[in-house]
């Protein structure tokens, strides 16, 4: 059962905004352990898509954009597009188990 | 630029070995913690294991400890994944992945390379 939790299925039309939350416990996002969010494009490998909860890398459109409140975060693509469609997942670090925990995905369809 | 380029999957019987290694190039790996981590056909991501950037840090998953060991050689700029005792549930893509300074993302991926653990 992953230590994150996120729905397990979102879609949206072309041109649409869509907000994908992400649930955590004490032990990741109270202790000082941001979220970071990745893009899985169908076949590849996951991709950092926004890091310390709201800031973007290099390249990443501005149409992704990260939110917190309280023991949640929140990724929002604005603008849909067909090639966002694939499954985003939310990651912080856990201090209990000492490593790193992941959501358990949210597959995107880009009706 | 940053790459990291697994090898070393394939097919295994269950109890076999297998050992992976991740290349990393275009940046300077002794100074980066260093993680795998996979993902079971049509499931989520797996943190599996993690080591520090001298080696000093070693940390396992829970499902994995005691069978598989995490190595680097930082003059070779390679990071290993030792897997023994394998099982049919460590069936997964396993991507290695590079921890910036200073932050727990991980913001360089792999390709990934296929373990399959099947009589």
């Known amino acids: 059962q992953p230590v994150l939790t996120q729905p397990p299925s979102m879609s949206g039309a072309p041109g649409q905004r869509v907000t994908i939350s992400c649930t955590g416990s004490g032990s990741n996002f109270g202790t000082g352990y941001d979220i970071h969010w990745y893009q899985q494009l169908p076949g590849t490998a996951p991709k950092l898509l926004i890091y310390?909860?709201?800031d973007r890398p290099s390249g990443v459109p501005d149409r992704f954009s990260g939110s917190r409140s309280g023991t949640s975060a929140s990724l929002a693509i604005s603008g849909l597009q067909a090639e966002d469609e694939g499954t985003y997942y939310c990651q912080s670090y856990d201090s209990s188990l000492s490593g790193w925990v992941f959501g358990g995905g949210t597959k995107l369809t880009v009706l | 630029q940053v790459q990291l380029v697994e090898s070393g999957g394939g097919l295994v019987t269950p109890g076999g070995s297998l050992r992976l290694s991740c290349e990393a190039s275009?940046?300077?790996?002794?100074?980066?913690?260093m993680t795998w981590i996979r993902q079971a056909p049509g499931k989520g991501l797996e943190w599996v294991s993690a080591i520090g950037s001298s080696g000093s840090y070693i940390s396992y998953a829970d499902s994995v400890k005691g069978r598989f060991t995490i190595s680097r050689d930082n003059a070779r700029n390679s990071l290993f994944l030792q897997m023994n005792s394998l099982r049919a549930e460590d069936t997964a893509v396993y991507y290695c992945?590079?921890?910036?300074?200073?932050?727990?993302?991980?913001?360089?991926w792999g390709q990934g390379t296929l373990v399959t653990v099947s009589s």
């Open positions: 310390d909860y709201t």
């Open positions: 992945a590079r921890r910036p300074i200073y932050n727990w993302n991980l913001d360089y």
């Open positions: 275009g940046f300077t790996f002794s100074d980066h913690y």
